[in-house]
């Protein structure tokens, strides 16, 4: 796991190709503006999904993982907390979900040693496969515009 502020994008650049056109993408794209839902990048290598929610009480939702795809989360405007632990022997929820290329982790189980990391404005996470994360977590609820970029690795 990454958190860092998008003006030093260009830290991580080396990181993976997608990686970096993904930071490059929501550097020079008006997020503001840009419809929510799905906008392909470049097919299913890379594409954003733009999403304005309310953020919920930890333990809402549940951690996920992915196998396929690195996350690159961009908070365009609010803020909010994510859950993070590395994945070790953590048991899913259920069976990974091949279509939408998730795995779903009980919070209850994982609460002791998770932590949770604040994303302000302007702020980047990147999760890869081994990075156990719950985003959208916030206590009173807050407004959020987020971009997430998804990586094929």
């Known amino acids: 796991m990454i958190v860092d502020k998008l003006e030093n994008r260009h830290r991580y650049h ?3 190709s997608g990686i970096q056109a993904a930071l490059e993408f929501l550097a020079n794209t008006d997020l503001a503006a840009l419809p929510k839902g799905r906008h ?15 953020t919920q009480p930890p333990g ?6 992915h ?3 690195a996350d690159v989360q961009f908070v365009v405007s609010g803020e909010e907390a ?3 632990l ?14 939408h290329d998730f795995i779903e982790y009980d919070y209850e189980q ?25 985003p959208g977590t916030g206590t009173p609820p807050v407004r959020v515009r987020k971009v997430v970029c998804k990586v094929l690795l």
């Open 67 to 69: 196998r396929r795809y």
């Open 86 to 99: 590395p994945l070790e022997d953590q048991p899913p929820l259920a069976p990974y979900h091949d279509a």
């Open 82 to 84: 994510f859950g993070y």
């Open 14 to 16: 080396n990181l993976h």
């Open 40 to 54: 392909n990048i470049d097919g299913d290598a890379l594409f954003a999904i733009v999403n304005d929610y309310d």
């Open 60 to 65: 809402t939702e549940p951690f996920e993982t």
């Open 110 to 134: 994982n609460r002791a040693a998770a932590c949770f990391v604040p994303l302000k404005a302007g702020m980047f996470a990147i999760f890869m496969p081994e990075d156990m994360h719950m």
